[in-house]
């Protein structure tokens, strides 16, 4: 396999030898066809052709948020956006925050890691709360509290 002429940089956008994919349809199709080889290596692939693709951070972005709350204000649900416009519901024991206090999950049924953007993070971070006494933060989704 060729070494990666396909870069995903940190916010989710495509780059092949150094120029951004900007074409729609071509950054949708390129999104919806990311797997990962046999070895564990990420790659694009369409048909019967692959190519090697580097990520900078995590191949997906989180761009925004919505929310489901009770009547009361009480958090039962997340549904994520991410940068290729799918939507898909947040799987909360995913939820992580990494370095940098950016906060990650896993998307497309737990196969990929998404990064959550700066809007994002800013929507979460008002639900995000602090446990006093085991001294962690967590967010408590549909009365579950999920350690950060």
Known sequence: MK?????INKEGRWFIQGEEITHRRT?????KNLAYDESGRLILR???ETCPVEA???PFVVKTLEFVTSEQGRLESVWLILNDESG???IPETLRIGT????YCRVRGGMFEARFSRGAYQLLAPFIQHDEQEKHFFISID????PL
């Open 3 to 7: 070494e990666a002429l396909i870069r």
């Open 27 to 31: 950054y949708l199709l390129y999104n």
């Open 46 to 48: 369409i048909g019967q």
């Open 56 to 58: 900078e951070d995590a």
């Open 88 to 90: 898909e519901p947040l």
């Open 100 to 103: 940098d206090h950016i906060p």
């Open 143 to 146: 009365g579950k509290k999920h």
